[in-house]
């Protein structure tokens, strides 16, 4: 039988010595049978019931605790607390962090370290000038966490806050273009090269203005279909500015209705509307289609094995990087077909949210295209909308009707 790591605190003798076992490690005590001991012992059960996934280092002395060891107790307190894409940036982080100071107390963690800490990140040449910035911000967040839990000294947080963010333009740094509409004709060429799960997704997302996030929790539970008769109504479980606004309904019309009702057909509150394992089935059909030879024996067996545990490959929901990934999936197999004069230019989801509060805005303004993305200010709309490029390449083309200086002599001042 294997040694258990984790065993309950209680009070072991080693020779005259007292001592208990926590994550594979000793913890002393103090000399046996001693009223210090004693003490020591009913401490070492306090500081584990007051923080279980962290115990500082033999003396529980604040500071004493490494860098590394507050980096994992921090992953076990946010991992089932956040979503699996925030957590994998913190991880991120945290690797280099640990990759210079890992073994580092706690206490002797400076804002000079930082900076290093985000040299580093500079220097790898594939982290944006704002990524960089937001990591930096989460090993603050780890200190912080770690001042919460009396294993950090709040001096080091403090100090730490004096770093700036690195500001546009720093050398070596660099900042990715502002994202951009994708224009419909362009959404309209990549949609034949999709799954109908995936431009399902597109359609949606495009009518309704939601985020990539929204669209892919998007569970068979969360859609009300008995509020109106003319509309069902979205409600995610959480969005990005719930504590803003609070919980948000999204009105579905006709169009987004006929989308997602054959995807509702017998599944349960909490799957998924539009999942990958129908994607990937639906993929197979089609490849099953075009096939010009036998399927092999093999591949008869496999298939039959992803059938039965589907789950072993496919999540049930679509995160906003395997949506992201299936578009663009969807753009090379259209480009590997199509004449070089219809190349599908590259675009993401993302640019979706754009293209809806562009296309809302010139049609019926901008205040109604704050109310579709649910912004809370006017300043924000201005981000998503580049209806006002459209009004300025009109004024360009009539401006000869109302040039100033057109037919008009040129006065020449004597001296």
């Not at 495009?206 to 985020?211: H, K, N, V």
């Not at 008769?229 to 504590?243: F, G, I």
């Amino acid at each position: 039988m294997p040694k258990l790591k984790n065993r309950a605190p209680k009070q072991c003798r080693d020779g005259n010595q007292s001592f208990s076992w926590h994550n594979g490690k000793r913890y002393y005590h103090g000399t046996f049978g001693t009223s210090e001991a004693e003490e020591n012992y009913r401490r070492f059960k306090i500081a584990l019931l007051e923080n279980p996934t962290l115990l500082p280092v033999q003396g529980n002395k604040v500071g004493d605790v490494l860098v590394s060891e507050l980096a994992t107790g921090f992953l076990t307190h946010i991992e089932p607390r956040t979503n699996k894409t925030d957590l994998w940036h913190f991880k991120r982080a945290i690797g280099f962090l640990a990759e210079l100071y890992g073994g580092l107390p706690v206490n002797e963690f400076s804002p000079k370290k930082l900076m290093l800490v985000r040299s580093q990140m500079v220097r790898t040449g594939t982290l944006c000038r704002k990524t960089i910035n937001k990591y930096i911000v989460k090993i603050r967040r780890i200190f912080k966490w770690g001042v919460v839990e009396e294993v950090v000294p709040p001096s080091v947080i403090l100090a730490l806050k004096a770093v700036e963010g690195l500001q546009k333009g720093e050398p070596e740094t660099f900042d990715h273009a502002s994202r951009e509409d994708v224009p419909d004709a362009v959404i309209k060429r990549t949609l034949p090269f999709m799954s109908p799960t995936v431009a399902a997704m597109v359609q949606v997302q495009r009518l309704t203005g939601m985020r990539p996030s929204e669209v892919c929790r998007m569970a068979a539970g969360n859609i009300d279909r008995t509020r109106d008769p003319k509309l069902w109504y979205y409600v995610p479980e959480k969005h990005k500015t719930e504590e803003y606004i609070g919980k948000k309904a999204i009105p579905l019309g006709e169009p987004e209705r006929e989308l997602i009702a054959p995807y509702l057909e017998g599944k349960k509150p909490t799957e998924a509307v539009f999942s990958p394992r129908t994607a990937m089935q639906e993929l197979n059909t089609e490849r099953r289609t075009n096939r010009k030879t036998k399927i092999s024996p093999s591949q008869q067996e496999r298939d039959r094995q992803t059938a039965e545990n589907p789950a072993d490959r496919l999540g049930e929901f679509y995160d906003r990087d395997s949506y992201r990934k299936a578009v663009e999936y969807a753009i090379r197999k259209g480009n590997g077909v199509l004449p070089v004069e219809e190349t599908i230019p590259d675009w993401t989801p993302y640019q979706l949210r754009h293209t809806a509060a562009t296309e809302t805005s010139r049609a019926v303004g901008k205040e109604k295209a704050k109310a579709l993305l649910t912004h809370r200010s006017m300043r924000t709309i201005e981000i998503y909308d580049h209806s006002d490029l459209a009004v300025r390449e009109e004024l360009a083309r009539n401006r000869q009707e109302h040039n100033p200086f057109a037919n008009e002599p040129t006065e020449v001042n004597e001296p």
